[in-house]
Nanobody, 122 residues
Framework: QVQLVESGGGLVQAGGSLRLSCAASARTFSSYVMGWFRQAPGKEREFAAY????????SYADSVKGRFTISRDNAKNTVYLQMNSLKPDDTAVYYCAAGPLQTSTSAYYTYWGQGTQVTVSS
């Protein structure tokens, strides 16, 4: 069982930055692919980014590519999402997830955090 706890969300103006963190309880953190997903009001949950077990490979949704950076620190059991040049369309609840596959498909992620709200004002 893996418990994931996100933090770092908040209210920011368009063009600003935020860094989300996701702390994992598992000692086997480094054995999981980690992903970030988001869900805006009235919309389905969508993929934002994932990072491989070692951190050597990352993938991003087109909507965030070039603005968001995912990283991980396996010694601290933590994954991060650095979000720059934020837009009002980035407003959503952001979730981190852990799973066995490098995929953008949420169904393949086994463990999920409770989410953290990000609001970008115009």
């Amino acid at each position: 069982q893996v418990q994931l706890v996100e933090s770092g969300g908040g209210l920011v103006q368009a063009g600003g930055s935020l860094r989300l963190s996701c702390a994992a309880s598992a000692r086997t953190f480094s054995s999981y692919v980690m992903g970030w997903f988001r869900q805006a009001p009235g919309k389905e949950r969508e993929f934002a980014a994932y990072i491989s077990r070692s951190g050597g490979m990352t993938s991003y949704a087109d909507s965030v590519k070039g603005r968001f950076t995912i990283s991980r620190d396996n010694a601290k059991n933590t994954v991060y999402l650095q979000m720059n040049s934020l837009k009002p369309d980035d407003t959503a609840v952001y979730y981190c997830a852990a799973g066995p596959l490098q995929t953008s498909t949420s169904a393949y992620y086994t463990y999920w955090g409770q989410g953290t709200q990000v609001t970008v004002s115009s």
